[in-house]
């Protein structure tokens, strides 16, 4: 499919375990963010790459979370020693961003990882 | 205060009504700004860019009024399908990396 993908679309580990989430952007898209949401509650950001530029991991709630983007492509977001606070929604968008229409563009949401920590 | 705030609601109006909810916004420098729409338990959805001059896209309208810091999403004619929750969200830098997600107005659209 053309859109973003992500995977798995639900996990449920235990507390203390580490876990990984896969995003697969948009072909073409440089820009790629990750979010989380909890039930009823708004998205918060997480961590931004762009291109080959360092990434922005201002959101990162605390060092147990950590996210790397390989070739430009693919990104996996890793949670280790889960706590019961980190379930949650895991969103991930792409946009198309580039010198001229930085932050003009709009994000493309994949379908998100349904994270449960028992 | 919050960078981007919206009303919660929930708005409860009924087929066919027009109804608009706003969107403040505390960084006067903010360039970009976006309506999206989630549905229960879905990822968001771009809606509509919203421009300096106001834009119109069908039913709906979004306006960006600078001086007071708020953009406005109007729906006319609405359909029990608007029921959502709308995102207001606002970039503040030209990076792209400071972009703001309110935490969404609720709509409930009533037969």
């Known amino acids: 499919g053309a859109g973003v993908s992500q995977s798995p679309s639900n996990k449920v580990t235990e507390k203390g375990k580490d876990v990984e989430l896969r995003c697969d952007p948009i072909?073409?898209?440089?820009?790629l963010y990750w979010y989380r949401q909890s039930l009823g509650q708004g998205l918060e950001f997480l961590i931004y790459?762009?291109?080959?530029?360092?990434?922005?991991k201002s959101g990162l709630p605390s060092d147990r979370f950590s996210a790397e983007r390989t070739g430009g492509s693919v990104s996996t977001l890793t949670i280790q020693r889960t706590q019961q606070e980190d379930s949650a929604v895991y969103l991930c968008?792409?946009?198309?961003?580039?010198?001229?229409?930085?932050?003009?563009?709009?994000?493309?949401f994949g379908d998100g990882t349904r994270l449960s920590i028992l | 205060r919050k960078e981007v705030e919206q009303d919660p609601g929930p708005f409860n109006v009924p087929e066919g009504a027009t109804v608009a909810f706003n969107c403040t916004y505390s960084?006067?420098?903010?360039?970009?700004f976006f309506w999206y729409r989630q549905d229960c338990r879905k990822e968001p959805k771009l809606l509509m860019s919203?421009?300096?001059s106001g834009n119109e896209d069908g039913r709906f309208t979004a306006q960006l009024n600078r001086a007071s810091q708020y953009i406005s999403l109007l729906i006319r004619d609405s359909k029990l399908s608007d029921s959502a929750t709308y995102l207001c969200v606002v970039n503040e830098t030209s990076s792209a990396s400071k972009i703001i997600f309110g935490s969404g107005t609720r709509l409930s659209i009533r037969p």
């Open positions: 072909s073409g898209h440089t820009a």
């Open positions: 968008a792409s946009s198309l961003e580039s010198r001229r229409y930085r932050g003009n563009q709009p994000q493309h």
């Open positions: 919203v421009y300096s």
């Open positions: 790459f762009q291109g080959n530029s360092a990434p922005d």
């Open positions: 960084n006067s420098a903010s360039q970009s």
